[in-house]
Every structure is written in C-alpha cells, then in structure tokens.
C-alpha cells in the first residue's frame, strides 16, 4: 500500500523554465511533507519541508506547494537548472510523538532532467 | 565536520553469508534510521532507533538486525535470511531541532 506517491517516474524541463514536481499521499495523520534531492550512488539532501499548518513554504529558487484536502503536495522549481538535473522524492511524516516519531514514508521519486 | 559515514562504499558477498554495514554519526543525533533502495522505487525503511539501547522495526525488518549500543554508531546485519539483499543501503539520523534527517553516502551491497 502505496502512502506516498509520486505518479511521474521521469520529467524533462527547459533551462530557466519552471519545474513541477507532484506528490500524493493517502494517509491523513501525515503532518509534516519534505522534499529530497538524490543523485546517482549518493545520499539523499534535504531540500525544502512543509507543515500541515502551512499551504505554502519558500526557499529561494524553491517552493513547495500543500493541499490538504486533496492530500497533495508540489516542488515548484523556478528558474531550473541542469545542476537541479537529479531524483527528487517527497517524504511525509506522521504526528510528532510516540513510536512513529521521525518515521518517514517516501514517495517513488521523480527524475528530473533539465536541458541547457 | 559533522555528518554521516557509511562504509564501504560497495560490498560485495557470497550467498549465506551475513554481512554487517557500517553507519557513524558525529552530529549528536538521538534518532538513527536504516532504508535500503531499490532500482525504480523510494527508500523503503528498515529499522530505526529513536535513543541508545532502543530501537523499532520499520516497513521491511525481515532479514536484517540492528544494533544500538552506542548514541554514534547503528549498524546494519543483512544476515542469509533477506531474501533478496542486493540492494543500496542508506543511513540517516535525525536530531530534535527538526524533523530534516540527514543522510549518509550510502553502501552498495552485492549478494551473488
């Protein structure tokens, strides 16, 4: 049972142009969303998060987008560039406390190619 | 500098064989975290310890045991009964700031 989906396996997108990654989750008691950046045979590097509180969160070229009712989430990226050329996955996180406390649930992942 | 060590990098073993991964911190992070991925698939979690001495099973613990015997160090035991080990392993940790966990370089084991 998927939780956390990430319906796109694979993106390519313009250099300078807006990037859109999406992500889907099913299960409500997910509060807190965040979005890792992954290369090759490499650890995954956070990138940007989101509360339940929030509909909106931004960090320079980042945005990512909450709608809770429709449980999903987006990576806007804008400007890309080929340097942001990497998998991206959504991760969610359930209420704080108790034995499910920092227990992430991944989404897929999203390739995201960005040509000159 | 603070961060996450895994080692090796790839590792390679016969069938039947156990094999343990390495994973160091020196962040002073209570929290330690085992996933592994797959070709096409997310990071599926294993096993975590939220503190010394503790820890939990996560989503795919069959085949594999952990360690917490120490705040920095959470090692991984792939024994023979992991169906189907080959696989690349990540390590993170997480401190009490954030819920941002940071990961390692990740090992990449090969079973044949």
């Known amino acids: 049972d998927q939780q956390v989906k990430q319906n796109s396996p694979s993106l390519s997108v313009q250099e300078g142009r807006i990037s859109i990654l999406n992500c889907d989750y099913t299960n409500s008691m997910f509060d807190y969303f965040l979005w890792y950046k992954k290369y090759p045979a490499e650890g995954p590097t956070f990138l940007i998060s989101i509360s339940s509180i929030k509909d909106k969160n931004e960090d320079g070229r980042f945005t990512v987008f909450l709608n809770k009712s429709a449980k999903h989430l987006s990576l806007h990226i804008v400007p890309s560039q080929p340097g942001d050329s990497a998998v991206y996955f959504c991760?969610?996180?359930?209420?704080?406390?108790?034995?499910?406390?920092?227990?992430?649930?991944f989404g897929q992942g999203t390739i995201l190619t960005v040509h000159p | 500098d603070g961060g996450i060590t895994q080692s090796p990098k790839y590792l390679f073993r016969k069938e039947g064989q156990n094999v343990t991964l390495s994973c160091e911190q020196n962040?002073?992070?209570?929290?330690m975290y085992w996933y592994r991925q797959d070709p096409g698939q997310g990071l599926r979690l294993i096993y975590y310890s939220q503190i010394v001495n503790d820890f939990q099973k996560g989503d795919i613990a069959e085949g594999y045991s952990v360690s917490r015997e120490k705040k920095e160090s959470f090692p991984l035991t792939v024994t023979s009964a992991q169906k189907n080990p080959t696989a690349f392993y990540l390590c993170?940790?997480?401190?009490?700031?954030?819920?941002?966990?940071?990961f390692g370089p990740g090992t990449r084991l090969t079973v044949t």
């Open positions: 962040l002073n992070h209570d929290a």
């Open positions: 991760a969610a996180l359930p209420s704080a406390g108790g034995t499910s406390y920092g227990k992430l649930t």
């Open positions: 993170a940790s997480m401190g009490t700031s954030s819920y941002e966990q940071y």
